[in-house]
């Protein structure tokens, strides 16, 4: 069995949103995933590390997101990657109406409250654990058939 | 994220080059709505022939960009979209409120 992971912080300033899914998309490369899944794979972490930056943390530059990746290697099996997004802000007050399509707390923005909505059906797995006032964890699963 | 506009008649012709998410969003949403207003065109078409990716903040835009030609009567359209990236505007349901066209012609054709 075959095991690699990478954990980065950076700055929760909306640059990093593409910094986020190309050092994912890098550190998979190692996989030789297909066009698409590594598109998926880019989608996910993008919705999530915005709403980190977005909801999580309101846009403050003082603060870190963090993002690790891992991913198993088993002789019979695909690959199974586990992505975790944290962040260390006000937390979701109802994660299951956060998780609902079309809700947002963003009020006057151009939010769509699609982020969960496309998680959901790009990867195999989604899971939120959150505190309110402590942070949030999003973990995403993904099995490369 | 490359911007590149052109007024042409009541439209104003929007080429996006790159990727779309939250931070592009906020670029094109403002150099957007300045040009719409400026130039008072009626209706918005973007160009989606060099985009390489959108999340679901460009839905977000794109439906804001909606709002804003609604109440003069509008439309937004959109033109050549790659399949990557014609996925999530599938997903959102956002063409029951605009229409992906072949390509401008056709679009403009449709207006």
Request: charged share 25%; glycine share 6%; aromatic share 8%.
């Amino acid at each position: 069995m075959y095991q690699n992971k990478m954990n980065i912080q950076f700055t929760s300033h909306s640059e990093n949103e593409a910094f986020a899914r190309a050092t994912v998309s890098a550190f998979l490369a190692q996989l030789d995933p297909t066009i698409d899944q590594l598109y998926d794979i880019k989608m996910a972490v993008s919705e999530a590390v915005t709403n980190a930056i977005i909801h999580g943390y309101e846009s403050d530059p003082t603060k870190q997101v963090h993002l690790m990746c891992e991913y198993k290697l088993e002789e019979t099996q695909p690959p199974n990657i586990i992505i975790e997004i944290t962040d260390f802000g006000q937390g979701i007050v109802n994660i299951d109406e956060a998780r609902t399509a079309l809700f947002t707390t963003a009020g006057d923005a151009d939010r769509a409250g699609l982020g969960f909505t496309v998680m959901e059906s790009v990867v195999d797995n989604v899971e939120v654990f959150s505190e309110l006032g402590k942070g949030t964890t999003v973990t995403l699963q993904k099995q490369l058939f | 994220m490359k911007i590149k506009t052109e007024v042409q008649n009541n439209i104003l012709v929007v080429r996006l080059d790159g990727e779309i998410d939250h931070h592009s969003s906020t670029l094109i949403k403002e150099t957007v709505d300045q040009l719409y207003q400026k130039h008072r065109v009626r209706h918005i078409l973007f160009d989606f022939k060099d985009v390489t990716f959108m999340d679901s903040s460009g839905i977000g835009m794109l439906m804001g960009r909606y709002r804003s030609t609604i109440i003069g009567g509008g439309k937004v359209m959109l033109v050549e979209v790659k399949p990557e990236v014609d996925k999530i505007l599938q997903l959102s349901g956002i063409y029951k409120l605009m229409k992906l066209y072949k390509d401008e012609t056709v679009a403009v054709a449709n207006l």
